[in-house]
T-cell receptor, first 113, second 115 residues
Framework: DQQVKQNSPSLSVQEGRISILNCDYT??????FLWYKKYPAEGPTFLIS?????DKNEDGRFTVFLNKSAKHLSLHIVPSQPGDSAVYFCAARAESSGSRLTFGEGTQLTVNP | EPEVTQTPSHQVTQMGQEVILRCVPISNHLYFYWYRQILGQKVEFLVSFYNNEISEKSEIFDDQFSVERPDGSNFTLKIRSTKLEDSAMYFC?????????????FGNGTRLTVT
């Protein structure tokens, strides 16, 4: 299932700098997108979401951008903190397909002090 | 903050045995889900459950799987006759009824090891 793809398995940034995590999708029916963060031995924790009628949603240090024409979304974290080090999953949902989420592979973010 | 709780955290079973994974969703949530993640692979949808019945299931969720909400708080996933390839992390999740665009809240998972 390649409908949601995170091409970067890992990303390393310095504390205080911006982290940009990317996600691409192929299914044009996706209309709701979410980012989850996952620490080892824990379940995914909801971070932020965006509906396809918007192109940006911001919550504190986290901003998600959606480019529907490019079928691309990104998560910006600024400033990055060491506690942000985790695996970040992009997920998407299509209302026509019911409630299931389709996940990307995840990107391991490491924020160095 | 309310959370989804799953038990046990780790379950080891022999091939062919039945296992039941348990979940307590967030109390005011009405939609319940099971997902799984095989080591090194993506998180995959298994099944969604609403109003005491399955609302959607994936092709993975075959006849050896079943779900149940035996009382007002628990939500269980049963695997009737486990196979080696069922070894995975199983995540329960729940969401509010209020809107289609409500996020799923996940538990910490049960690691199932089939030997």
């Amino acid at each position: 299932d390649q409908q949601v793809k995170q091409n970067s398995p890992s990303l390393s940034v310095q504390e205080g700098r911006i982290s940009i995590l990317n996600c691409d999708y192929t299914n044009s029916m996706f209309d709701y997108f979410l980012w989850y963060k996952k620490y080892p031995a824990e379940g995914p924790t909801f971070l932020i979401s965006i509906s396809s009628i918007k192109d940006k949603n911001e919550d504190g240090r986290f901003t998600v951008f959606l480019n529907k024409s490019a079928k691309h979304l990104s998560l910006h974290i600024v400033p990055s903190q060491p506690g942000d080090s985790a695996v970040y999953f992009c997920a998407a949902r299509a209302e026509s397909s019911g409630s299931r989420l389709t996940f990307g592979e995840g990107t391991q973010l490491t924020v160095n002090p | 903050e309310p959370e989804v709780t799953q038990t046990p955290s780790h379950q080891v079973t022999q091939m062919g045995q039945e296992v039941i994974l348990r979940c307590v969703p967030i109390s005011n949530h009405l939609y319940f889900y099971w997902y799984r993640q095989i080591l090194g692979q993506k998180v995959e949808f298994l099944v969604s459950f609403y109003n005491n019945e399955i609302s959607e299931k994936s092709e993975i969720f075959d006849d050896q799987f079943s779900v149940e909400r035996p009382d007002g708080s628990n939500f269980t996933l049963k695997i009737r006759s486990t196979k080696l390839e069922d070894s995975a992390m199983y995540f329960c999740a729940s969401s509010e009824q209020s809107s289609y665009n409500s996020p799923l809240h996940f538990g910490n998972g049960t690691r199932l090891t089939v030997t």
